[in-house]
């Protein structure tokens, strides 16, 4: 999914009621933080965490090999505020 | 021991595992229950409704990925729904069970509610499935 796709799916729950304005630019905050580091396929970042699950919540990066773990260290650390994650080099489903 | 998983109502002859079981929550402050039929997939590392199931319900968004799926696929990483299901247990009576870990909610309908490993191990069971008569459980070792 594109940067773009992203963008207007969670347009989309914002306009349906299903996430916050707020939400959706914290969400998108993380998204263009994991880029700057993780954007590019051949970049050191996603060498260096591969088969990790690398997350970005309150601008710091969390990284787990558990995606449950990621989120619930995530909700424990910054309540309420939103985790923008992907696997490196692998899929979770 | 009998079976609890096989193929979906919809189209018998597939040889992916299901069960029958359900999704539940909130909306506007009513409980709502919604059947499903999960797709038990050993390849998720998470469990993912589609969003038509997601929309039933009041959820709370915690996070999301653009990437991650096989397909390339994107998911909203939400919680306030529990997923019911069942298993056996070693002497092969049911054990319903019921999960309120996080689900991933899909951009679109297309595909399976998936009841991925996660779920599976919260259970504390095993899968078995024959792909050739269509028979197989989840099950308590």
Redesign the interface.
Known sequence: ???E??RT??SR?VA?G??SES?MAD?LWQ?ALFDSEFGEADSPARQAYRLKIV?Y?AELRRVDT???RL?DD??RAFPGR??????IGF??? | MPDNLGPPSWNTAERRPHQGGEAKGYKRGRPVTVSVEWMADTGAELSVVTKDVGKRFDLTPIGGSASGTAGGGGIIIKSGMEIVFEVFDPAGKVVPITSSLDVGVKPNNVGSEILGVDQIDYAGAIIEWDPGTLKGRLRQP
């Open positions: 999914m594109t940067d796709e992203f799916w969670l729950e349906s299903d996430m939400q969400l998204k997350g919540v558990d995606i449950h989120l995530a909700k939103m985790i923008y994650f992907e696997p899929d979770l489903f």
